[in-house]
């Protein structure tokens, strides 16, 4: 998936400019290294882009200019945006048996 990130954010940024109309804050559920968010933080520089991934994943990751990371799991709480992009849809039951709680 961090492979196919670049091209899928290139093409995201170019073809769908419209989509991003009078969003100020973006959240990145599941973002890895923060690809996608910063090809978006730098097309947009007046939105904040947030990477959520679990801790493991941003080990030594940095915040940086428009982008930030924030560690913690998307089953449990997910940091408030604007919009929130999800680039991959998981099953009901989740992943590896995780089940999310009911609300």
């Known amino acids: 998936m ?12 170019k073809e769908g400019k419209s989509a ?14 923060g690809n996608m968010a910063k090809a978006i933080a730098e ?12 801790p ?9 200019g428009n982008v930030k990371y924030v560690a913690g799991d998307m ?3 997910i940091p408030a945006a604007d919009a929130v992009l999800l680039k ?3 099953p009901k039951e989740g992943v590896s048996g995780h089940v999310p709680k009911s609300r």
Not at 20 to 30: M, R
Not at 44 to 54: A, I, K, N, R, S
């Open 43 to 54: 097309a947009f520089p007046e939105m904040t882009c947030t990477v959520l991934d679990l």
């Open 75 to 77: 089953f449990e709480s």
């Open 56 to 64: 493991h994943v941003l080990s030594g990751l940095e915040d940086g």
């Open 20 to 33: 991003f109309d009078g969003v100020v804050s973006l959240v990145d559920v599941a973002g890895g290294t």
């Open 2 to 13: 961090a492979r196919d990130s670049g091209l899928i954010a290139e093409l995201v940024v």
């Open 88 to 90: 991959v849809l998981l």
